[in-house]
C-alpha cells in the first residue's frame, strides 16, 4: 500500500498541470493507496483557498477520491461522519 501526499490529490481533482495529472491518475491505478487524515485536511484547505473551490465541488472530489477502488481512508468512519457535517456546512 503506497501513502499519497496532498499534492498527489490535489493535482488528481484539479488537473491543474496534464503531466503531473497522468502521474498522479498512474499512482491512484496502479497502486492501493492510503489517504492519511491530514491529507483530506490539507486537500480540502488548498482546494478552498488556494484554487477557491465551492464546498460542494470539493465535497464531490473527496468523495470521487475515496470511492476509488483501491484507496483506503485513515479512520475511514470517523472520515465519512466529517464529511458529512461538512455537506451540512460545518468546517471540515
Not at 491518475?25 to 484547505?45: R, S, Y
Request: net charge negative; hydrophobic share 50%; glycine share 6%.
Amino acid at each position: 500500500m503506497l501513502a499519497v501526499d496532498t499534492d498527489l490529490v490535489v493535482r488528481l481533482l484539479t488537473n491543474d498541470d496534464r503531466a503531473q495529472t497522468r502521474r498522479a491518475v498512474a499512482v491512484f491505478a496502479a497502486n492501493e493507496v492510503f489517504l492519511p487524515k491530514t491529507v483530506l485536511l490539507e486537500t480540502e484547505w488548498v482546494l478552498r483557498h488556494a484554487y477557491r473551490l465551492e464546498r460542494a465541488d470539493i465535497l464531490r472530489g473527496l468523495l470521487g477520491v475515496l470511492g476509488m477502488p483501491r484507496v483506503v481512508a485513515e479512520d475511514a468512519p470517523n472520515v465519512s461522519v466529517a464529511l458529512d457535517g461538512y455537506e451540512r456546512g460545518l468546517d471540515f
